[in-house]
């Protein structure tokens, strides 16, 4: 079982900058893809990054590439999501979730959810 803790999201004006962590528990963190999506209102859950277990591969959606960054960091069990330029479209609640068996960009692959955390940018 894994248990995720996500921080860090807040209000903030177009062309600024949040970090987003997601504390996870347990002992095998490292052997978890962990994926960051969002949901804005009135729309589906969507994809904006993943990263493998060890941290060397990673993969963005189209909307964020270039502008957000994900990281890991195996021995605090934490993943991170730097968000700069933030747009007022990237306002949603943002979510990060634990994969055990793939590095999938679907959230039905994921097993473990966190609770989200609230972005909003205003223009």
């Known amino acids: 079982q894994v248990q995720l803790v996500e921080s860090g999201g807040g209000l903030v004006q177009a062309g600024g900058s949040l970090r987003l962590s997601c504390a996870a528990s347990?002992?095998?963190?490292?052997?978890?893809?962990m994926g960051w999506f969002r949901q804005a209102p009135g729309k589906e859950r969507e994809f904006a990054a993943v990263?493998?277990?060890?941290?060397?591969?990673?993969f963005y959606a189209s909307s964020v590439k270039g502008r957000f960054t994900i990281s890991r960091d195996n021995v605090k069990n934490t993943v991170y999501l730097q968000m700069n330029s933030l747009k007022p479209e990237d306002t949603a609640v943002y979510y990060c979730?634990?994969?055990?068996?793939?590095?999938?960009?679907?959230?039905?692959?994921?097993?473990?959810w966190g609770q989200g955390t609230q972005v909003t940018v205003s223009s």
């Open positions: 990263i493998s277990g060890s941290g060397d591969r990673s």
């Open positions: 347990g002992r095998t963190f490292s052997r978890h893809s």
């Open positions: 979730a634990a994969d055990t068996n793939s590095y999938s960009t679907r959230a039905y692959d994921y097993d473990y």
